[in-house]
């Protein structure tokens, strides 16, 4: 199982960019699957992102698709979301979560994820 410490969170004005690291520790990382989510107050937590092991397989969630992407550095251990177009529907807080690569299931299903991060917080202002 990996470590997961997320950073790169903060405050930006609408239109901006971010990019959110996730940084694992343990020799598996590039043997698991990794998603980032995010949670609002009041609200569920919901799918943003996911990448294959491998890099080879990305999803996005309708409601980030052509703003945000995801990528992986397998040497550096290290998952990546870099968001533009930031919008305050946006704002929340953004878990990192990783599964090793025998799970094939659904990339979306949070609750197939066994490893999670502490959370940033992602704050848009209008």
């Known amino acids: 199982q990996v470590q997961l410490v997320e950073s790169g969170g903060g405050l930006v004005q609408a239109g901006g960019s971010l990019r959110l690291s996730c940084a694992a520790s343990?020799?598996?990382?590039?043997?698991?699957?990794m998603g980032w989510f995010r949670q609002a107050p009041g609200k569920e937590r919901e799918f943003v992102a996911a990448?294959?092991?491998?890099?080879?397989?990305?999803d996005y969630a309708d409601s980030v698709k052509g703003r945000f992407t995801i990528s992986r550095d397998n040497p550096k251990n290290t998952v990546y979301l870099q968001m533009n177009s930031l919008k305050p529907e946006d704002t929340a807080v953004y878990y990192c979560?990783?599964?090793?690569?025998?799970?094939?299931?659904?990339?979306?299903?949070?609750?197939?994820?066994?490893?999670w991060g502490q959370g940033t917080q992602v704050t848009v202002s209008s």
């Open positions: 979560a990783g599964r090793p690569s025998f799970i094939v299931t659904n990339l979306r299903n949070s609750e197939t994820y066994t490893s």
């Open positions: 343990g020799r598996t990382f590039s043997s698991y699957a």
């Open positions: 990448i294959s092991w491998s890099g080879g397989n990305r």
